[in-house]
């Protein structure tokens, strides 16, 4: 069993940027596949990015260039540096955990991007 506590969300301005951590328990976190979503209301949870256990990384066409997905298992954490934040970045994020069938989600941690 994974548990996963996100934090660093907040409000912040269009153009600044904010880094979310992603806290998890339970062991063998370096065998996992580490992923951020998102959810924006009215609209379906998407893939934002991800860090394989080896650490190969892959983002969506909307944030390459503005985030990095990066991990340090020293610390079980998964993190996601946010620069240039756009309105459209607004959401829910999430972090979620695979390895084989076992699949786990954090609670989420809002950020909002307005001025």
């Known amino acids: 069993q994974v548990q996963l506590v996100e934090s660093g969300g907040g409000l912040v301005q269009p153009g600044g940027s904010l880094r979310l951590s992603c806290a998890a328990s339970?062991?063998?976190?370096?065998?996992?596949?580490m992923n951020w979503f998102r959810q924006a209301p009215g609209k379906q949870r998407e893939l934002v990015a991800t860090?394989?256990?080896?650490?190969?990384?892959d983002y969506a066409d909307s944030v390459k260039g503005r985030f990095t997905i990066s991990r340090d298992n020293a610390k079980n954490t998964v993190y996601l540096q946010m620069n240039s934040l756009k309105p459209e970045d607004t959401a829910v994020y999430y972090c979620?955990?695979?390895?084989?069938?076992?699949?786990?989600w954090g609670q989420g941690t809002q950020v909002t991007v307005s001025s």
């Open positions: 339970g062991r063998a976190f370096s065998s996992y596949g």
């Open positions: 979620h955990a695979v390895w084989g069938l076992n699949s786990y």
């Open positions: 860090i394989a256990s080896a650490g190969r990384t």
